[in-house]
């Protein structure tokens, strides 16, 4: 059974640009949430999507966007990147919108802004 | 606001000594609360899920106990090995009503185990 797979798995753009990641769940699994891990704050929320829609919305600004299709996968959208966007982004998948069976992660995307 | 506290942030022990992991939160109302392992650059291992409802889980020489009302869970290696060193992650979910989706995270333990 794959897991979840994340792509591309590390990345460098410069200031000013926009970046797209992508998250591919676990089969069957229809709920995607996207972390943010940096060394000074840790692991912080960013969005979660079930079933095409944005279910709920962590402390980023606008420039974090995201969508989830048809076949759960879904992509992350930072536009007009900044040096503080450099991080590891983290994709999680859940068969419920609960969590009852827990979270799978991804490897992540490191995303350096140069 | 939940938060979520591990102690302590770093531990160094040398191989074959049994040891424990700490994690607290603020608001007991959890769904449930599972425990990840990170290696260096890599992404999140799921090691143990808890439900509110449970005292314990285990796999293999892992052991994590949930004392909910105290708002208090730990971690407990037996017979540490110099592959179980890694960062170990705490994560509480909130009770689910319908609203919030996420877990929220403590900041972790970097567990050295020396050979």
């Known amino acids: 059974k794959a897991g979840v797979t994340q792509t591309p798995r590390y990345l460098i753009k410069t200031r000013g640009q926009q970046v797209t990641l992508s998250c591919s769940p676990i089969s069957g699994h229809r709920s995607v949430s996207w972390y943010q891990q940096t060394p000074g704050q840790g692991l912080q929320f960013l969005f979660e999507y079930f079933s095409e829609t944005q279910r709920n919305k962590g402390n980023f600004p606008g420039r974090f966007s995201g969508r989830q299709f048809s076949n759960s996968r879904s992509e992350m959208n930072v536009s007009t990147l900044e040096l503080g966007d450099s991080a590891l982004y983290l994709c999680?998948?859940?068969?419920?919108?609960?969590?009852?069976?827990?979270?799978?992660f991804g490897s992540g995307t490191r995303l350096t802004v140069v | 606001k939940q938060e979520v506290t591990q102690i302590p942030a770093a531990l160094s022990v040398p191989e074959g000594e049994n040891l424990v992991l700490n994690c607290s939160f603020t608001d007991s109302a959890i769904y449930n609360l599972q425990w990840f392992r990170q290696d260096p650059g890599k992404g999140l291992t799921s090691l143990l899920l808890i439900q509110s409802s449970q005292r314990e889980q285990t796999s293999g020489r892992l052991n994590a106990s949930l004392d909910k009302s105290s708002g208090r869970s730990t971690l407990y290696i037996a017979a540490s090995q110099p592959g179980d060193s890694a960062t170990y992650l705490c994560a509480v979910k909130k009770e689910w009503w319908g609203g919030s989706e996420k877990l929220v995270f403590g900041k972790g333990t970097k567990l050295t185990v020396n050979p």
């Open positions: 999680a998948s859940s068969l419920l919108r609960q969590g009852t069976y827990g979270y799978t």
